[in-house]
């Protein structure tokens, strides 16, 4: 008995026996070994070609994974130099908009300027009839 195959003689095995024992033990004995190394027929197929179709399978599955993974790598590269683009805009947004700021400041300093000085002047000449009005 070799991990729970059963072989008809105990002579020294093959390697092709050898790798049977791996594909039934790898299968998790889902399908019988017999004596002998011969494997049993199962849906017209040996367990040889029902492995290879397996292997096949999964082979067919992992290059669909990593087809998906590379369009996913390839969307994320897009999203991140569209982030990298947003983050310079933005900062070019912030640099405009503080000059803006400082244009504004400055505007409304003038003008404040500019009521001041003609308030000034209105107190003035305001005064100046006061007190020509005053002294005959």
Known sequence: MYDGIFYSSSAAISKQQEVLIAACLLTQNKFPCVSGGDVLQEDGKSRLQQAQEEVEEVKGIMLDNMNKADERSG????LEQQAEEL???GKVFEKKSHQVKQQKKMANKKMKIVFIVVGVVAGLIVLGLVIFAIVP
């Open 87 to 89: 983050l310079e805009k």
């Open 75 to 78: 969307k994320l590269n897009d």
